[in-house]
């Protein structure tokens, strides 16, 4: 911005100097005119005796060298200034195009020089390939770390790159921890670029050391290219079209649990657009109550007597049909809308739940992203206030995954929880990475023992070493169990041979929604006795614990 109004005022005032040289130029032919005049008489009366030349012409001759001394010091001092000028222009251009953080090129002079580069290429018969290359931890680094140490991985990160790079790369951050470079390439040789990616990988493999700290910093990387095993693409008009090709790659990259590098395929721009499609779905769908809650049955294994239902959310979409958990949740979670999903879903759940006999358990699952919200327990808490349901009826279901970034967190939310009466459960236990001192220190009420481990007591004679291993565990931890994926009479006949167990699974019925939930307890005399039933907040009859923690929220 200053190099910029440096340039404007050097712009001026050699606009300026032009006139001042105009002046000097008119002086000098003035000079001609009367010198002419003036210097013969003169010469003439010094040394013949004539008469002295008019003065007024004397006066114009003095005139006009002062003027003629003027407008040569001013064209000078316009050559001086015409130089810094460029200088100025050449410093704000160089400003304009590049990173100041980095010193790599920009987002807009990288599109330039990659829509120069195709022309170039092409001429001499070589492809051109576009990187998108993201950090994969960046945030971590930031957060854990300051921004100043954000911004010294970021120059660390350009240096190793361009380290790597061949000198006719051109390499570009193109926004936060994103870079991009292109170059021209054989394109009989691709492996050659395959190579350069591997060797990128290989100078990430010692860790960042910063003023600090020493970190572990990994790469995505998303490689695009105007050229296939079918030749030059000629749909690729537009720079553009390879650039966000390259993003695409990148983002597989990304999915397929990132550090590592992908070609763009065609196939990955259609899942994209349908990934895209999802998401708008899921917003729009939030908004028209296509979320809904299913309930799978919870029984206790040895009686086979129904003691409670897993919630489980299903989205009823009107172009996709009905959609699974596993498919929405993550992206919910993705683009930050599985709070407000999950809290409608609890929502709805107290409420079918109303009326359900007392003695029936109601089990939600909780995504660990809502565990990062502090407030998470006095949301929850709230909620159990609003639909007078009491806390110990409630069991929340968090995954292993949860444990991982904030144990403190979570530790502080399980224990206001507990505090009012909910219990936690660990789910799908033994699939992901909590160790045992999680497992003593953090007050878990129950282990759910994940179905794929289930699986393997399909036959009668089948022993599964891992659901007897966790079983014993559960037996020393004193913490009671709950068997997930019952699919057969085989598993439940081996289950009940293991003692006290919660079970839920197929064996005992698909998840259903909540007016088959009802019609189910009605037949079985399960719903709460008539004028006890209750939906929402109005309920008089409830036991005082829901009253009593009412009154500790409010
Ligand atoms: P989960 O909590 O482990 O839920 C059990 C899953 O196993 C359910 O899949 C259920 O339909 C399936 N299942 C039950 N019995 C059997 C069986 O006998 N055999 C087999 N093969 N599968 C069985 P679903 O409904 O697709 O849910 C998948 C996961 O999505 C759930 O796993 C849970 O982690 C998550 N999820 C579901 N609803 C929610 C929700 O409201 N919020 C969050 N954050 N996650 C949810
Ligand atoms: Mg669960
Ligand atoms: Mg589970």
Partial sequence: MVELDRTKKLRGSADRD??????????????????????????????????????LLVNALLLNVVLIIFGWRRYRELKVEINDRRTAEELARELSETDPLTGCLNRRSMARITNELRGEA?????AVVYCMIDLDNFKQINDMNGHTAGDSALVELARRIDCVLPNEASLARIGGDEFAFV????????????????????AMATPFVLEQVTVDATLSMGLASDHSKHGFDPKLHSSDVLMQRADIAMYQAKKEGKNRYFWFEPSMESELRFRNELEMGIRSGLH??????????????????LVGFEMLARWISPSFGSINPEIFIPIAEEIGVIAELSDRLIESALDDAGDWDEAITLSINISPVQLRDPWFAQKLLKMLVKHNFPPHRLEIEITESCLHDNVDMVRGIIT???NQGVQISLDDFGTGYSSLEQLRSLPFDRLKIDRSFVSELSSPEAKSPIVDAIVYLGRGLDLPMTVEGIEDEAILGQLKQMGKLKG???LYGRPESGAEVRKRLAANGKLAAAGEGRKGPQRSTDSGEAQALSQRVS
């Fill in 416 to 418: 206001s929880l507990r």
């Fill in 288 to 305: 028209k109550g296509e979320f809904v809650p299913y309930y799978e049955q919870q029984v206790d294994v040895e009686s086979g007597e």
């Fill in 122 to 126: 092409r001429a001499k018969g070589l």
């Fill in 18 to 55: 032009l006139v001042a040289l105009g002046i000097a130029t008119a002086a000098i032919i003035l000079f001609v005119a009367t010198g002419g005049r003036v210097l013969p008489a003169a010469i003439n009366a010094v040394f013949a005796g004539g008469a002295a030349p008019d003065a």
């Fill in 183 to 202: 170059m021209a390439f054989d394109p009989n040789q691709t492996e050659r670029v395959d190579d350069l990616a591997i060797r990128l990988y290989e």
């Fill in 504 to 506: 839920q699974g197929y």
